[in-house]
């Protein structure tokens, strides 16, 4: 399952707050995804009003969290109801009852396997599932499946899937009942699923955006309804990049390139449907010698340095990545529990205190690729494009410097990564020593050999160091 815990802005209520006289509070610090408000005020003891607030909805779930303290802790709590939805984004198949203001979701979710499959789901909240709440399967919480595949084809770029489920509410906090008396509203999306094959975020654009009915009691009535315009192709996603005979790395933050980028480039990874899906991304990613999640290729026996610029600051965990690396295809090593943890193989970037907990040790100061407007990725043809549109930010301090020498028993795959959150990295080959590097016949991915002078506060321990340019 993938998680997502970044803090995009926060507030301080001071202890001598006095409710329900009405207060004035600042407004929220601007950390993150352009979060930003007018000054809060407290009315009640239940309520606050947030005139103006802006989030850029670039986040795979946004919410409320609240507590008590000067900054945000792990002891705060949730906050299940807001009066807004920051942003519905996911592969849903749901029934939605309109009751008031509010809307009340019920889903049968589809889920595309190598073999058509159907999924029973139940949506409290939008976000991915935890165990107890979000979009979640049915069964996950101890309910049952009640929807059953009855076939399923692909003919002419159409994915037919037939499935079936009892009129009747087996469930009824879970599921509920489809009516033959009336047509009901319906809701679609379409979208990849996570690491667990259960829903993931999905575009806004992939879902639908009127109020759809359907009579599921008519007879004879083979009217198809377009439920949600999806793109035939999208845009047309970069070339991966391979750094070969790199013995020196910049490693920085960016964005992910939206349909063009992360999520494409991974997408050779996961193949478990009619289509590969790639890995989910966030809205950001790594840039190795200022490239999108480039694949690196490093032989055993020699060294190599990275320069990170993960950033520094714990208390702003939106610009808090120091870099490790992996076995583990998703990262997120410090979000792990102590049991996934151990599932992990670390070759760098981590280090054990005296009481036996990990911690990271490459921790360096902040630089961001930013845009420079907004994000231009669908209308950017080629990456070097794209990065015409962004511009560099960082932050004061220095970078920090990861040594590794690579081990003759490491695997021959291994993955840069950020210790605090999934899905930022990509692929480091492992090779022995003269092994010829086959890149694709196509050529699609583009080799990165470029002359550098290495700067003088770190020691090159090969003759020739070959490299991309660093950006300073």
Known sequence: MVKFQVNFGEVSIPPS?????????????????????GNISVLDAK?????????????????FWVGNGSEPNPFGTKVKESFISLKEEFYIFNYREINGSNIIYYNKLIIRTNQPRVSDYTITHLAQCDGELGVCPDS?????????????????????????????????????????????????????LNARYEANAHSFMDTTRSDVQLDFGAQNDNNCI????????????WPPRVLVGVSNFTARIGPAGGKRGYTPITDNEISSGFLTYGHPSWGIAWYINDLLIPEIYVERGKSYI?????????????????????????????????????????????????????????????CEWIHKTTDQ????????????????ECSD?????????????????????CYTHNN???????????????????????????????PSYFTVTATLVILLAFTT
């Open 47 to 63: 309520t606050f009003y947030i005139p103006n607030l802006h989030y850029d909805g670039a986040g795979p779930d946004a919410y």
């Open 306 to 366: 990275f320069l990170v610029e993960g950033g520094d600051d714990r208390t702003n965990p939106a610009k808090f990545h120091p870099f490790y690396i992996s076995d583990s295809s998703e990262g997120g090593f410090g979000q792990k529990k102590e049991e996934d943890q151990r599932k992990q193989r670390v070759f760098a970037g981590v280090a054990y205190d005296n009481e036996g907990y990990p911690y990271p040790t490459t921790v360096g100061r902040y």
């Open 140 to 192: 996950r919480l101890g309910g049952s499946n009640d929807a059953v595949v009855v076939s399923g084809s692909q003919k002419g770029g159409v994915t037919t899937i037939t499935y079936r489920r009892p009129l009747a509410a087996s469930e009824p906090i879970k599921d509920r009942e489809i009516l033959t008396t009336r047509a009901q509203s319906v809701i679609a999306a379409f979208g990849p």
């Open 377 to 392: 990725s669908a209308t950017s043809k080629t990456f070097e494009d794209y990065m015409q549109t962004l511009q560099l």
């Open 226 to 237: 377009g439920l949600a315009e999806l793109d035939a192709g999208g845009p047309e996603p």
């Open 424 to 454: 930022l990295g990509w692929k480091i080959h492992v090779v022995d020593p003269g092994t010829q590097i086959n890149i694709p016949g196509d050529r699609s991915a583009i080799i990165n050999l470029a002359p550098f002078s290495p």
């Open 17 to 37: 707050l006095d409710p329900p006289r009405p207060r004035v509070l600042p407004e929220f610090k601007r950390l993150a995804h352009g979060l930003r408000s």
């Open 397 to 417: 301090g220095e970078p920090a410097v990861l040594n590794w020498t690579v081990a003759h028993e490491t695997p021959d795959l291994v993955y840069y990564q």
